[in-house]
C-alpha cells in the first residue's frame, strides 16, 4: 500500500493548523478560525491535486473535499490538545 497521498493530507493538516495558529495571534474573533482554515485546505486541496502525483482525489470536488476535511481536521486536532490539558 503506498503511503504517499496519505502523507499530502497530513501535509494539508499541519499546514491549516499553522494557519490556524496564526489567525489565532492576530486580533480577530476565534469563531473564525474553522472558516479560515477550510477555505485554506480547500485551496491546498486543489493545488494538491494538481502538484502531487499521488494525491487522493482526481477531480476538483473531491479535491476540495479532501482539502476541507483536512483543514477541519486541525481544528479539531487543536481541540484535543485543549481539552487534554483541561482535564490534566
Not at 470536488?61 to 490539558?85: C, F, H, M, P
Amino acid at each position: 500500500m503506498d503511503f504517499a497521498g496519505v502523507a499530502s493530507v497530513v501535509g494539508i493538516t499541519v499546514i491549516c493548523y499553522l494557519i490556524g495558529m496564526v489567525a489565532k495571534a492576530v486580533p480577530l474573533d476565534n469563531k473564525w478560525i474553522p472558516v479560515i482554515v477550510g477555505v485554506a485546505g480547500a485551496i491546498l486541496g486543489v493545488v494538491g491535486m494538481k502538484v502531487i502525483p499521488d494525491f487522493p482525489a482526481t477531480d476538483i470536488i473531491n479535491a476540495l473535499a479532501v482539502g476541507i476535511v483536512s483543514g477541519l481536521a486541525s481544528t479539531g486536532a487543536d481541540q484535543i490538545v485543549r481539552q487534554q490539558k483541561k482535564t490534566e
